[in-house]
């Protein structure tokens, strides 16, 4: 059985969208995953299971709008790909000061030529982005809510959702215990 991570799009944002963790943890055992964890109340889990990632994805998100009435992107990873985007983190040393202050946006899609610059080009003092395979990386010392650099990047018309380095962390090392 392979170990997957889900990160779902939305969800326990501003009080909409919601879905407590233990139940999203009953829904995924209820679709026969097993050694379901969560980690915090923004949609993250990890479990094994035999199934493809998009079969997978489907489900989740079926499920949960069978239950909670509403369907969230579901994004799926392979563990492996999720501990990868975590060695290739471009921002390591600023992770490891400020886990909150560098954050991985997991892309469904390829970015359009040219992205990455143009969201360089309206960065803030000392903020990047970089881009490594579907993980496009921000680095955003003043925070991300004050980031004009995340503002462009969330602006994007792309199937996305991103998670701190912190959390990407926690994810990965609740991934590597299963």
Do not use: C
């Not at 139940?23 to 209820?30: D, G, I, Q, S």
């Not at 790909?81 to 954050?103: C, I, Q, T, Y």
């Not at 990455?116 to 496009?136: F, H, I, P, T």
């Amino acid at each position: 059985m392979t170990v997957w991570v889900a990160l779902l799009r939305g969800v326990n944002i501003g009080g909409h969208h919601k879905l407590p963790m233990a139940k999203l943890r009953r829904v995924l055992a209820e679709l026969g995953f097993e050694d379901v964890a969560t980690y915090i109340q923004s949609g993250n889990a990890v479990f094994r299971s035999g199934g493809a990632a998009e079969a997978i994805g489907d489900a989740i998100g079926e499920a949960i709008a069978a239950r909670f009435g509403f369907r969230p992107h579901v994004f799926v990873l392979r563990a492996d790909a999720l501990h990868s985007a975590l060695a290739r983190n471009p921002f390591m040393a600023e992770a490891e000061a400020d886990g909150r202050k560098v954050h991985f946006l997991f892309l469904a899609d390829a970015l359009p030529p040219g992205t990455v610059e143009a969201l360089n080009a309206v960065a803030g003092q000392g903020e990047s982005a970089r881009l490594e395979g579907n993980v496009l990386y921000l680095h955003t010392p003043e925070g991300f809510g004050r980031s004009a650099l995340a503002r462009a990047a969330t602006r994007l018309k792309l199937p996305m959702t991103g998670r701190n380095a912190r959390s990407v962390a926690e994810i990965s090392a609740i991934a590597r215990g299963l």
